[in-house]
């Protein structure tokens, strides 16, 4: 693959090559010249030249301005960088609601929907939700958006994901309150019928956290840099002091960390322990009833 170098000089072959081609032609040499993924170069055109995925297609006869190429052949680099695609556009879909993400927030991954669904099947009319570590706020938006009988709160220790997830709210017109949190700290006292998290849960030493996407995302909302399960346990812990009898805490979990989360469910006293696999079959959320 073509590497893109400091002093940008396939940056500027690139703006040459492709300012003044056709999109049809512009597309084949930008693949050919980058060796990007043929679903990420669409996506990089559209998002540079304003087109949607139809117009892409139905456009190709269309001349590339000198202007939109040299953007267009920013963010191929970028990508070329290892750049998440959601990053560079700015934006990802995550249970049918269009996300602003950006790089103080995690991007939301499919598997989480897994979490979505379990707790809007928990959650009763009318009932009190918190959603801690929120980030972008996926998980409490694609909730409070399923479920606008719900009364929503979501925390999280950055302020600069606050503010993602609150534009994000604001831009899908769903209704939540969101707090900056130490965890369970701005909630003390308060009662919940439902508690979600999915909290850093990878080990500090895991070497994924150097490969792919995860390379440019928030480091302390990816580990807990020990073990992977200080953020679980602290969550089991703070749980029962803030659910009502019978509220359900659900968390989402590493692909090898189930027992240990059904184990100190268990020890803390939970009933109905249980996991759930998610798309890929993988044991991905457990939770469990508060039983106090
Ligand atoms: N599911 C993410 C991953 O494995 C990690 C998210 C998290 O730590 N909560 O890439």
Do not use: K
């Given at each position: 693959m073509a590497q893109c170098d400091g002093g940008g000089q396939l940056r500027n072959a690139l703006v040459?090559?492709?300012?003044?081609?056709?999109?049809?032609?512009?597309?084949?040499?930008?693949?050919?010249?980058?060796?990007?993924?043929?679903?990420?170069?669409?996506?990089?055109?559209?998002h540079a030249l304003g087109l949607s995925r139809v117009q892409l297609i139905t456009g190709s006869e269309q001349k590339i301005?000198?202007?939109?190429?040299?953007?267009?052949?920013?963010?191929?680099?970028?990508?070329?960088?290892?750049?998440?695609?959601?990053?560079?556009?700015?934006?990802?879909?995550?249970?049918?609601?269009?996300?602003?993400?950006?790089?103080?927030?995690?991007?939301?991954?499919?598997?989480?929907?897994?979490?979505?669904?379990?707790?809007?099947?928990?959650?009763?009319?009318?009932?009190?939700?918190?959603d801690l570590g929120?980030?972008?706020?996926?998980?409490?938006?694609?909730?409070?958006?399923?479920?606008?009988?719900a009364r929503m709160t979501a925390l999280d220790c950055s302020a600069a994901a606050i503010e993602v997830a609150r534009a994000n709210a604001l831009a899908n017109d769903v209704k939540a309150k969101f707090l900056v949190s130490d965890w369970y700290e701005a909630v003390a006292g308060e009662r919940f019928?439902?508690?979600?998290?999915?909290?850093?849960?990878?080990?500090?030493?895991?070497?994924h956290l150097m490969q792919g996407d995860l390379r440019f995302e928030p480091v302390d909302a990816l580990t807990?840099?020990?073990?992977?399960?200080?953020?679980?346990?602290?969550?089991?812990?703070?749980?029962?002091?803030?659910?009502?009898?019978?509220?359900?805490?659900?968390?989402?979990?590493?692909?090898?960390?189930?027992?240990?989360v059904l184990g100190m469910l268990s020890a803390a006293g939970f009933a109905s322990v249980r996991s759930w696999r998610d798309i890929a079959g993988i044991e991905r959320v457990s939770g469990g009833c508060n039983a106090l």
């Open positions: 040459g090559t492709l300012a003044g081609l056709s999109l049809g032609s512009a597309l084949r040499r930008a693949q050919a010249e980058t060796g990007l993924e043929t679903v990420d170069i669409r996506i990089l055109f559209c301005p000198a202007l939109q190429a040299e953007h267009l052949a920013e963010l191929l680099c970028r990508r070329l960088t290892g750049e998440p695609i959601a990053y560079i556009v700015g934006t990802r879909e995550f249970y049918g609601l269009a996300l602003q993400v950006s790089p103080d927030v995690l991007i939301p991954r499919p598997e989480t929907e897994l979490l979505v669904e379990l707790a809007i099947e928990r959650l009763p009319r009318g009932g009190r939700m918190l929120t980030g972008s706020g996926a998980i409490a938006l694609a909730i409070a958006h399923a479920r606008p009988d019928d439902l508690v979600v998290s999915n909290p850093p849960y990878i080990a500090a030493n895991d070497p807990d840099h020990g073990d992977g399960l200080g953020a679980l346990r602290h969550i089991v812990a703070g749980a029962q002091a803030c659910l009502e009898p019978g509220g359900w805490l659900l968390m989402e979990h590493g692909y090898d960390q189930a027992n240990a």
